[in-house]
């Protein structure tokens, strides 16, 4: 220090080694974070306040000497002010950035835009027009994610852009004591070269519009690094120039106006394995590049994990990949895993979860407990017995803090933070009230399930009148959605519930969504739920229930799965559970299952037989649902085995009991019939080579499928259409079909969109060949 008084954070170092502390001690001893502490030892913030410095002193259990030498140097370095990065100069920690081409373009579009405005036309114009202020970016995100790094090396790139200099400030936002406008200000003029003077002239009182015009008479790229909220920011973005005002920001600002808005995420995979590499080396990638997508996965894809497990690798030379990738494995180990001398990933979060109101990290502690990827606002409500407008709140304000995503109205934690909220779970709540509230969360969900799924249940429909739910189930439609965007939730309750032996709860969730399985066939869970129930039922030593639920299996193999083979076992092992049990109707359901698999095994005569007892039962147990179904069965047998006409007049048989049966039967049950109606009648007249019925049929088929929203069945109608219109000659048409079954989305039948694709890869294939 050239023989002058030694800076106030040696003297803390000083002091605390002397007292045999780590850093976390000190923090543990004086309740000032870890990260304030190693930022005064290093210099980042030379001037604490007295509140700060005492606590330290208690903390560290100096004499009184020592106290009064520790305040001393403390004032001595307030008096020299807030001194932000100068002109020029900034921080290390740019040189292996990657990624981040979106915000990276973004940021020069808006830095060329403020560049090309000259100073003459900004500041002419009145104060208030919509071009007079310079251009402002809020950068936000949640903790990790990399907002300094992309600023920092953003502004060594545009730094050309704005030659009268390039500052930038740490607002220092998550200490617990941060800088006020007016000191940031201050450091602001210094840093320009303002003379004391004129910063004496102006006076404290004067340095706000001393600030302002200086930033207005200059093009300036500042940067307000980690700010703490809009407060500290707002007087500091200036009102008229020609420069950018760059704010990073755990919290989202959602109160300054007039800015644009830069979110940053986690980074895609490939950008994550890609700074891995250049953290580790490529030799060292390309040995197990399984291994670097599994660590660059464990670590959540987020920036500062991925740092810290590069820097672990890059000093652990000995260490292969897969041995950190298994490490990080553990979930309950892997936060602490992901720690680098003094770089944590758990301080990060910490910093911010400290600055949330009780009621919100309640709520963050107990969303650890929601088991899938995401949840909604009713089951936050659950969680915390809030009201639901309450919870919204409370949602929202993890939102702001950086610590909770959202897309459309699904609320997300990022993995790693959600690991760390089930620590802070653990810490800070008993396991009993742990377990109450994961036990209400998930019987809420299983009740919620039932009511929702009985929307497409005959003899059910809309909830009670009695019910009193959280959620929008006013429709079929919303039930829906609810049904399918909390699906890995209700999934995992139903799990548990299966696992502590609750069969009753079990088979009474499996009954409710089995009409609703068909709105969304390819799941891939409906022969787990199935099999789970009619286990259950055989506990509960119920036969007819075991036969109902057994069915259900049979029809998801062969229908969801494509293994009719096994369908069948299932359905003969449902047919002798329902004979036990004297239920005409579960026997006649079993023969129609059997039936379906022998159709799709090609044993044409031996589903025949099957359905004709199916019939003859549905009819005695006066079942009109059932009669419907052999009906229509009865009906594809025949045109399966190319009984055209005795087809057609069977399929006119199906409309006509329908149209008679009314609104005894179940309205999503009655739709999808005549949707199949439509549909097989068209595979009959293309039989026929009746193409333009054959066509005309199929399309109507295909839009009240696509108009219903069953993805699943619009994917193999579109097939069947596309099959229909090549058989037709027509062949422009049908490659345009197969486009459509590569392009359906998430619940298409898979198999059918693999045949699509590769018929639609033919087919360019040979027209560019032509």
């Not at 545009?158 to 009268?164: H, R």
């Not at 006020?180 to 003379?195: D, F, H, N, T, Y």
């Not at 930033?215 to 009102?239: C, F, I, K, S, Y």
């Not at 439509?678 to 009959?684: E, K």
């Amino acid at each position: 220090m050239g023989g002058g008084q030694a800076s106030f954070g040696a003297v803390l170092r000083e002091f605390r080694l002397a007292a045999s502390l780590t850093m976390e001690g000190l923090a543990e001893a004086s309740g000032v974070s870890v990260r304030g502490i190693g930022d005064l030892e290093r210099g980042r913030r030379a001037a604490p306040q007295r509140r700060t410095v005492a606590a330290l002193a208690d903390g560290l259990g100096l004499s009184e000497a020592d106290r009064d030498r520790l305040l001393g140097v403390a004032r001595s370095g307030r008096s020299a002010g807030y001194n932000p990065t100068g002109v020029r100069t900034f921080p290390r920690g740019t040189d292996d950035f990657v990624g981040r081409e979106q915000e990276l373009a973004r940021l020069t579009k808006l830095a060329e835009q403020a560049a090309s405005r000259s100073l003459t036309e900004v500041t002419s114009r009145p104060v208030g027009g919509n071009n007079s202020h310079p251009v402002a970016v809020a950068v936000s995100g949640p903790p990790g994610t990399g907002k300094t790094t992309l600023v920092l090396y953003a502004a060594r790139e545009l730094a050309d852009q704005f030659p009268d200099g390039q500052l930038v400030l740490d607002l220092r936002g998550m200490d617990d004591d941060p800088p006020g406008p007016a000191e940031l200000m201050l450091g602001v003029l210094k840093a320009l070269q303002v003379a004391d003077r004129e910063l004496a002239k102006a006076g404290p009182q004067g340095h706000a519009g001393l600030y302002r015009r200086l930033l207005a008479d200059r093009r300036v790229l500042l940067v307000l690094d980690n700010a703490r909220d809009e407060a500290q920011v707002r007087p500091l973005l200036p009102g008229a120039g020609a420069g950018m005002v760059v704010v990073t920001s755990r919290r989202m600002l959602t109160g300054l106006e007039s800015v644009h808005r830069v979110p940053l995420g986690e980074l895609s995979p490939d950008e994550a394995a890609t700074f891995l590499t250049t953290l580790v080396g490529r030799e060292r990638a390309a040995a197990d590049p399984a291994a670097l997508d599994e660590v660059a996965r464990r670590c959540g894809h987020l920036p500062l994990a991925l740092r810290v497990a590069g820097n672990w690798l890059a000093t652990r030379t000995g260490w292969s990949l897969r041995r950190l990738a298994d490490r990080l494995a553990l979930d309950e180990r892997r936060l602490d895993a992901l720690a680098a001398g003094d770089i944590r990933v758990s301080a990060a979060f910490d910093l911010s979860y400290r600055q949330l109101t009780p009621t919100a990290a309640r709520l963050f502690r107990r969303l650890s407990l929601v088991p899938g990827p995401d949840t909604g606002t009713p089951a936050a409500a659950r969680l915390t017995s809030q009201h639901l407008f309450d919870a919204e709140d409370t949602l929202e304000e993890l939102v702001e803090a950086g610590l909770l995503g959202t897309d459309r109205d699904r609320y997300r934690l990022h993995d790693l933070l959600c690991l760390f909220a089930r620590n802070r779970l653990e810490a800070e709540e008993s396991s009993d009230d742990v377990r109450r509230a994961r036990t209400d969360l998930y019987r809420w969900l299983l009740e919620t399930a039932v009511v929702a799924g009985r929307w497409f249940e005959p003899d059910h429909g809309a909830p009670p009148a009695t019910w009193r739910g959280t959620v929008d189930l006013s429709s079929a439609d919303r039930a829906l959605q609810w049904l399918k965007a909390e699906s890995a939730n209700w999934l995992a309750a139903f799990r548990a519930a299966a696992e502590s032996r609750e069969h009753a709860t079990v088979v009474e969730v499996a009954e409710a969504l089995h009409w609703f399985s068909d709105q969304w066939i390819f799941w891939g869970h409906w022969p787990e739920i199935f099999a789970t129930a009619a286990r259950a039922a055989r506990d509960l030593g119920d036969p007819l229930l075991e036969a109902t639920q057994t069915n259900y299996h049979a029809w998801a193999l062969i229908v969801c799965e494509g293994r009719p083979r096994e369908g069948i076992d299932r359905a003969t092992e449902a047919l002798a559970a329902a004979r036990r049990a004297g239920d005409a109707s579960q026997q006649a359901w079993a023969h129609s299952y059997r039936a379906w698999g022998c159709r799709q095994l090609g044993e044409q005569e031996a589903g025949l037989e099957d359905i004709r007892e199916a019939a003859d039962l549905f009819a005695a147990a006066g079942d009109m649902h059932g009669t419907l179904q052999a009906k229509q069965g009865h009906a594809v047998g025949l045109m399966e085995q190319g009984r055209t006409e005795e087809a057609l007049a069977a399929y006119q048989g199906v409309d006509a009991f329908l149209t008679e049966a009314a609104d005894r039967i179940e309205p999503h049950v009655a739709l999808i019939t005549r949707i199949e109606l439509h549909s097989n009648i068209g595979v009959t007249c293309a039989q026929l080579e009746q193409w333009d019925k054959a066509v005309a049929h199929l399309r109507i088929a295909v839009d009240l499928y696509h108009e219903s929203g069953n993805t699943a069945m619009e994917s193999r109608r579109l097939h069947t259409l596309g099959t229909v219109l090549l058989d037709a000659g027509r062949t422009a048409e049908a490659h345009e079909v197969f486009r459509r079954v590569v392009a359906v989305g998430p619940g298409a039948d898979p198999r059918v969109v693999a045949e699509a694709r590769e018929r639609v890869t033919r087919f360019e294939a040979s027209d560019t060949d032509t």
